[in-house]
């Protein structure tokens, strides 16, 4: 498991995860964290075959926090000062988000809520040039409103579809507003005290908050081994492996180069989502991934540029998707 020490590259502090080979190779780094967020929304329409959205929200925040507990290095000791920080990051990182998502499953397709989730480094950036009050260079701000324009490309035609698909995508695009500040606050609280001991006490935090709505959810439950399956992965894996694998992926490669585990995201939701549920998903929605990712991409190109020609300042835009 983890061996409690830290890691420093490009300005991101992590725990050492230990993890074992084959899960130190680098592209595995990269890709497992994306494939296994994308496959994060197929989980939670399985789920709610079977358990009302609260009960998804609170069955994943349990099995991630008692799989996150297994790693020894997630009971490290944080900084007295930063605990009720990290209990706001629980709110706004765990409980929040992560609620909004099953309710938004029930008006929109799975692939569609993955495809969305394309944008959480668009939303994370602004929202980290609004805390700042800086305005983004030249090539950051092209790749907003690129990654902007393609975020309204895949919601423009669930929008039209009607009032409940409209609030399915206005849940998701809150949810990811959540993660934008979210991802902002934690970068500081796991320079200071490590990724793996803030992520498991934000999600103490969580499981409790969710655990009035959720434990009646699971309680009025109609139990199928598919949907059980489901949420063990979704909490087992979305929830906690992938955060350790993201966590591993920023202290050893460099926050900037770890975020390209977002362009996965996306992908994985709509092949998941097309093949396994077969979903229906607009030719426009499509096409506004791609513009998406593209835009993600040339502002992440942007901030790899700004970081090398300004070494102090390397870090100061880099974000961390989770789902």
Known sequence: MASGKTARDNGMVTNASGLP???????????????????????????????GPNGVTFARILVGFATLSLFPAARGPIVHADRWRVAWLGLLWFALPLSLFPFAEQRVSSALTGMLNGANPIFTALVAACLTRRVPTRGVAVGLIVGLLGAVMVALPSVGEG?????GVAMILLALLFYGVAL????????????????WRAQSVALLVTAPLGIPDLLRAQWSMGPLLALLALGALGT???????????????ATRASSTAYFIPIVALLLGVLVRHERVATL????????????????RAQEVRGAAHPAARGVHDVRTAS
């Open 21 to 51: 080979s084959p899960f130190t190779n680098e592209w595995l780094l990269l890709i497992l964290p994306g494939v296994i967020w994308g496959a994060s929304f197929l989980f939670i329409a399985e789920g709610l075959r079977a358990v």
């Open 163 to 167: 009032a409940s698909s409209a609030s």
């Open 184 to 199: 902002n606050l934690a970068r500081p609280l796991q320079i200071r005290n490590g990724a793996l001991p803030v992520l």
């Open 240 to 254: 906690a492996l992938a955060h350790v694998l993201a966590a591993t992926a920023a202290g050893r490669l460099g």
């Open 285 to 300: 929605s499509v096409m506004g991934s791609g513009v998406l990712l593209a835009g993600a991409w040339a502002m992440r």
